[in-house]
């Protein structure tokens, strides 16, 4: 009886044992939950189709074109000025005013102001702050 | 008067400073205090552990107690553990006694993070030195023990149990650490991305990912709500705060404080739990229990003090086992982490000093947060209204730069911190538990070196069942947590359909 729990670890293949291990585990959980809410998941369709249905698109898939957009400039203008940070600092200030605007109700100069304004001192704070108190380097 | 070289200008401000973001994240309804602590995390980098630390603890203390002003004052948890609030919070607000009942709050949040720092202060330091004898075999089943705790605890306990394991699973891309005895090959790698992934993705830009970035796209999926104006929120002028509501209520704080902290010490057990459990409690031992719901001061009592009560308790375990007690302790494991520190059983009696700052930096950011509320309240419902699209931009840009330098500026970090914050909007859609997933990711690598050194050194499986008296207690209680969470959930559907 005692041999059936023997275990004898190859180090160089130590590396596999557990991600196997709760690979496994993750299939018997999968597989368990597939059968206790097979319901759900065939009525998955319609749930996705309330979720997009529901969904404020514009501001959603706004959020996640800019964030994109944003990511891939950054190091690119950064480049333009090395360690400067700068590339974040540029980067930044159109996408803080344009998320914004993005996420305003009423797009009147009373709200367009104060948005623009944080839009301008939080980057350029942030962005003294880490280069100059923290010092560290920004793209 | 060892506690006095804490009490450094910076240390004071620092505390002072968390506290005040920690309740404006906590009183703006769909921002919390893990996110509060997950966007300041990065500025801990340049601060040194102690002060960090009094930074995120602050942060900590009021962000859970800045939940109950919209609880009370709009009748919207500002953060979940606050849910309880609203039920009596709200109606008292309706009928003009929206300044007495945000006193009441928060009086019972100051005496439930109190009487949790003591608790904090008490346990910690003995289960620390008790579990400072475990062995690899014990420590891996105490992580085992978490996991199904956190997971029983779920609304669904399977789905809880896969989160757990599915973070362990991502956990374990990269390298299979040398430093930590692994043999330093790859795994879980797809083809060509080595290079980004060697190391695995870093622990701050998922949490990151996951409380701040979600947070946000759930509020651009929901169309970001609109705030409230200041002109709808009313704080009531004339109902006068007298203490005299305090009186009979001694045994409901401290009951309630209690429950907080016991749920605290649970691994992965949140705040809603806390005060959900205090609340329910309070109205089953009161002798006039239809009055809750409707604007009963008592019921404030138990939700404010059980869910403040979470905060000291939620350290114990992170203090001695290294096992975080809910979401925000386990972005305090980040700091920790950033300053190159691992927290266990040896943390309290390797850095003495760490843990008395600790203790008085709790206790300081709870007397802030109660002179900062509780002479500042109406300013504390102007902080309600304040509009969501000027906000979320610049916490969102926080986020980016928080991923960014965390690792001395790896662009890779950003794209993680968008990966996981999609996998946070997508969890609740697909049920999915984010605690016991986060606390799985933190816990994975050291599941991983706990087991296979058991193996390599005992070269038996059964060494888990048989190694101690510990060992054979704590599958007991994993069984136990299982079992015992599996019957609660039939009994839940037979009473559902029964209803039906």
Redesign the interface.
């Known amino acids: 009886m005692a041999d059936l729990f023997q275990v004898t670890v190859d180090f160089d293949r130590s590396h596999l044992i557990f991600p196997r291990l709760i690979g496994i585990i993750l299939l018997l959980l999968g597989a368990a939950i597939a059968v206790s809410h097979r319901q759900a998941i065939l009525n998955s369709g319609r749930m996705w189709a309330q979720t997009f249905g529901a969904m404020d698109k514009p501001r959603f898939i706004g959020t996640l074109i800019l964030t994109v957009i944003y990511f891939l400039l950054m190091v690119p203008v950064g480049d333009l000025w090395p360690n400067t940070g700068l590339g974040f600092l540029i980067c930044s200030i159109p996408f803080v005013a344009l998320i914004s605007i993005l996420y305003m109700h009423e797009r009147d100069a009373r709200s367009l102001l104060p948005a623009l304004i944080v839009a301008v001192v939080g980057p350029a704070l942030v962005w003294w702050l880490f280069t100059y108190v923290f010092a560290l380097t920004l793209p | 008067m060892d506690f006095l070289q804490f009490l450094t200008p910076m240390y004071l401000f620092l505390i002072f400073s968390g506290t005040l973001v920690g309740i404006i994240f906590g009183a703006i309804p769909g921002m919390t205090a893990t996110m509060a602590v997950a966007v300041c995390l990065p ?1 801990t ?2 601060l040194g552990l102690d002060n960090g630390l009094a930074l995120l603890l602050g942060l900590y203390v009021g962000g859970i107690s800045g939940g109950l002003v919209p609880a009370i004052l709009l009748g919207i948890p500002g953060t979940p553990s606050s849910i309880t609030t609203c039920f009596d919070g709200y109606p008292m607000a309706q009928r003009g006694e929206g300044e007495k009942a945000l006193r009441i709050g928060i009086i019972s949040s100051l005496v439930g993070g109190l009487i949790s720092l003591a608790a904090l202060f008490l346990f910690a330091p003995a289960l620390a030195e008790f579990a400072i004898k475990f062995s690899y075999v014990e420590k891996f089943l105490i992580i085992l023990f978490a996991l199904t705790v956190m997971a029983a605890l779920s609304d669904n306990m ?2 809880g ?2 989160s757990g ?2 973070g ?2 991502v956990s ?1 891309i990269g390298v ?1 650490d040398v430093t930590e005895g ?2 330093g ?4 790698i797809p083809p060509g991305t080595e290079y980004w992934l060697e190391g695995g993705f870093s622990l701050l830009p998922v949490l990151i990912g996951l409380f701040g970035l979600a947070t ?2 759930e ?6 709500p ?1 705030g409230q104006s200041l002109k709808d929120i009313k704080v009531g002028e004339h109902s006068r705060f007298r203490w005299s509501v305090f009186k009979g209520q001694v045994v409901n704080l401290v009951r309630s404080s209690s429950i907080g902290t016991f749920v605290g010490i649970l691994p992965g057990v949140g705040g809603s739990a806390a005060s959900i459990l205090s609340y329910t409690a309070a109205k089953t031992a009161s002798k006039d229990p239809d009055s809750f719901g409707k604007g009963n001061p008592a019921g404030i009592i138990a939700s404010e003090s059980g869910n403040n009560g979470l905060t000291g308790g939620a350290l114990v375990p992170l203090l001695s086992l290294g096992i975080p007690g809910d979401s925000t302790t386990a972005l305090l494991i980040g700091a920790f982490t950033l300053q190159g520190i691992q927290v266990g059983p040896l943390f309290i009696g390797n850095n003495p000093g760490t843990w008395d700052s600790m203790i008085v930096a709790m206790l300081l950011a709870n007397l802030v947060m109660f002179g900062l509320m509780y002479f500042a309240i109406r300013w504390l419902a102007m902080v309600v209204a304040v ?4 906000l ?3 916490i ?3 986020c ?2 928080g991923a ?2 965390i690792n ?2 790896i ?1 890779f970090d ?2 993680t911190l ?1 990966i996981f914050g999609i996998v946070g909007w997508l969890a609740p ?1 697909l ?1 999915l538990e984010i605690a016991p997933f986060i606390i799985g990711f933190i816990l994975g690598p050291a ?2 070196i706990y ?2 050194k058991s ?2 050194s005992f ?4 060494i888990f069942f048989t190694k101690s008296w510990i060992a054979l207690l704590l599958w007991a209680l994993i069984i136990g947590s299982v079992v015992g969470s599996a019957m609660l959930a039939r009994r839940k559907a037979q009473g559902q359909g029964a209803a039906a």
């Open positions: 500025l980098y340049s399977l789905l149990i896969f394991f599915l362990i699973f374990l299979y692994g043999n090959q790859y795994r879980l946000i796209l509020g651009a999926e929901a169309g970001m609109k509009p969501k699209h000027i979320f931009p610049v969102l840009m926080m980016v730069i960014y330098t001395y500026g662009m950003v794209w968008l859609k049920k599941a991983e087991f296979v193996l390599e070269g038996t499986l059964s």
